[in-house]
């Protein structure tokens, strides 16, 4: 690429900047009382704010949440992550400060008599009298300094760079607790619904086998033909088949949170019956701003964003000079005695004014390389909004229908139970067909579990509402 097109494609990447600052002061100006200082929000009435020991009340899933942010290894990993996040700062700063090294050594030379060295040192002599030692010894003692003076904030950008990114690390952290707080709960509920599953089940095992003996009393008295036994008896075995693959899905289900909180497979503690009774309160977001300033997966992606920023200001400063300054001071002699003593002192002091004249093909890779990875930051900035947009629209939306849906088919099994017994009292007295009854307890059960299933749904919508408006990780 040509020199001339650098300049053909900044005024993209500050437009691209630009509009990203105006949208973010837009945001922080569009709510009110909410101070400038990063990631503070003063809703109290958002959900955002709540912390996650309250807004999941039920013991057993505290326990289980605070184990696995204990022991999680993802999560370690990332902790370790953010550690190594945090020396690199530490290198960053170092670049920028002057560099001592305190040093010794020891060495001996022996120059041939018909060499130069040898020639000169044969004929001169340390003082009157006192030849030039041979061997010739080397001793030194000496501090030496070397410093790179930051003209241009390169070191400087680079170290600021470095801790953008370590605060993108932490939000990248919080970001993690939120989805594997999200992820405890929702497999939970989902434990809690197969054990009702499991509990309907046998429920309507028992109501159908007493159906089953009722159809063969009547088979005895001649009421009834082998038909309507068959039926009764291939409907029951039917509903006690649908038990084991309810089971298979319990085991799954503990075995994926003994997973999460880095367990062998363990019996997961939990209040089973109480399931139907969880409430679940109306939602209160708060305002769009305090959305934003609450994800942290928004939060890492700004901080990112910042830290790109900060490359291409480092990448651009290498196309300038750089000014270096190495200075040393110490002690030098042939012989130790002599080591410590004014007149073996030896010192230096030198600067050095460098700059690329030919070949910077690698400087200007590494620009370009950093003005095209700060446009991925700010695309992915606007996707992370987007995204967090979308998902709040879809939560509340998933919230609001499933609570609907919820007292509706509460209705729907309250009716059916009452037609079982309805059905059963029918047959008995012979106004009714023993089709209607077995479909009459085909329909109760399937409504039972379709039940189970919308309110595992609206705690799942629950659960994806606080981790959609940035909790969780409190």
Do not use: H
């Not at 291939?234 to 899905?249: G, H, P, R």
């Amino acid at each position: 690429m040509k020199i001339r097109n650098i300049y053909k494609f900044i005024p993209i990447v500050l437009i691209f900047l630009s509009s990203c600052t105006i949208f973010k002061q837009s945001v922080r100006e569009a709510s009110t009382n909410i101070p400038a200082s990063y990631g503070t929000s003063t809703d109290t009435n958002s959900i955002a704010n709540v912390q996650w020991r309250k807004y999941f009340n039920d013991p057993y899933l505290i326990a289980l949440i605070d184990t696995a942010l204990k022991n999680n290894q993802e999560l370690n990993i990332m902790l370790q992550e953010i550690e190594m996040r945090k020396n690199e700062i530490r290198a960053r700063k170092g670049e920028y400060l002057p560099s001592v090294n305190l040093g010794a050594g020891a060495g001996m030379e022996k120059s041939g008599l018909y060499t130069r060295y040898g020639a000169v040192d044969e004929q001169l002599s340390i003082k009157d009298g006192k030849p030039f030692p041979e061997p010739f010894g080397d001793f030194k003692v000496a501090a030496l300094s070397t410093w790179e003076v930051d003209i241009w904030r390169k070191l400087r950008n680079a170290k600021d760079a470095a801790v953008k990114r370590y605060l993108a690390g932490i939000e990248g952290r919080n970001f993690m607790v939120t989805q594997l707080v999200s992820e405890i709960a929702e497999t939970y509920y989902e434990l809690l619904a197969y054990d009702n599953f499991l509990k309907t089940i046998n429920e309507n095992i028992v109501i159908q086998s007493n159906a089953l003996n009722s159809v063969k009393l009547l088979k005895e008295n001649a009421k009834v033909t082998q038909l309507a036994v068959n039926r009764f008896e291939a409907q029951l075995l039917k509903t006690k088949n649908l038990q084991y693959e309810v089971k298979q899905k319990i085991t799954e289900a503990e075995n994926r949170i003994n997973f999460l909180t880095a367990r062998f497979p363990l019996k997961i503690e939990r209040s089973t019956n109480a399931f139907l009774d969880i409430q679940v309160d109306s939602l209160q977001t708060g305002i769009p701003a305090q959305l934003l300033l609450n994800r942290p997966d928004l939060k890492q992606a700004e901080l990112e964003l910042l830290a790109a920023k900060l490359d291409v200001k480092v990448a651009k400063a290498n196309f300038y000079p750089s000014l270096g300054i190495s200075a040393g001071i110490g002690y030098n002699a042939f012989n130790p005695a002599f080591l410590v003593n004014p007149q073996s002192l030896i010192y230096n002091l030198a600067g050095d004014l460098m700059s690329p004249l030919i070949n910077r093909n690698a400087i200007k890779a590494a620009y370009f390389s950093a003005n095209a990875q700060q446009l991925q930051s700010v695309i992915n900035y606007e996707k992370v909004i987007l995204n967090a947009y979308v998902d709040v629209q879809n939560q509340m939306a998933k919230m609001k229908n499933y609570s609907e849906s919820y007292a509706v088919k509460s209705e729907e099994v309250r009716i059916l139970n009452q037609s079982i017994g309805i059905a059963n009292s029918l047959f008995n007295s012979a106004r009714a067909d023993y089709v209607e009854v077995l479909l009459t307890q085909e329909e109760a059960l399937e409504a039972k579990l379709e039940l189970i299933e919308v309110k595992t749904k609206l705690l799942q919508g629950k659960v994806s509402a606080y981790r959609a408006l940035g909790g969780g990780w409190r």
